[in-house]
């Protein structure tokens, strides 16, 4: 059974960081390009960071810069460095494959950037 299990987040000011990691089972971690997505109230989940299989990375514009993504096989685990946070950082994270497996949506970690 595949299991996706976030942790890391919470409260931080504006200018903070935080670091969120995922561990995954149930699948074989090395063969799939692993992703973090984000819903903010209100909006459509979306994709802000991919790394691929060979360690390549792509970010969506809004966080291009301050977001970090990483990987460990040897634990599999996906990390997501997050610097500079925003207000508009602000959402519930998730990690999945890229394309994502829909049917295995962790519960996700919330990320609340407020003053």
């Known amino acids: 059974q595949v299991q996706l299990v976030e942790s890391g987040g919470g409260l931080v000011q504006p200018g903070g960081s935080l670091r969120l990691s995922c561990g995954a089972s149930?699948?074989?971690?090395?063969?799939?390009?692993m992703g973090w997505y984000r819903q903010a109230p209100g909006k459509q989940r979306e994709l802000v960071a991919t790394?691929?299989?060979?360690?390549?990375?792509n970010y969506a514009d809004s966080v291009k810069g301050r977001f970090t993504i990483s990987r460990d096989s040897a634990k599999n685990t996906v990390y997501l460095q997050m610097n500079s946070l925003k207000p508009e950082d602000t959402a519930v994270y998730y990690c999945?494959?890229?394309?994502?497996?829909?049917?295995?949506w962790g519960q996700g970690t919330q990320v609340t950037v407020s003053s």
């Open positions: 999945n494959t890229v394309p994502a497996l829909s049917a295995y």
């Open positions: 149930g699948i074989i971690f090395s063969m799939f390009s």
């Open positions: 790394i691929t299989t060979g360690g390549s990375t």
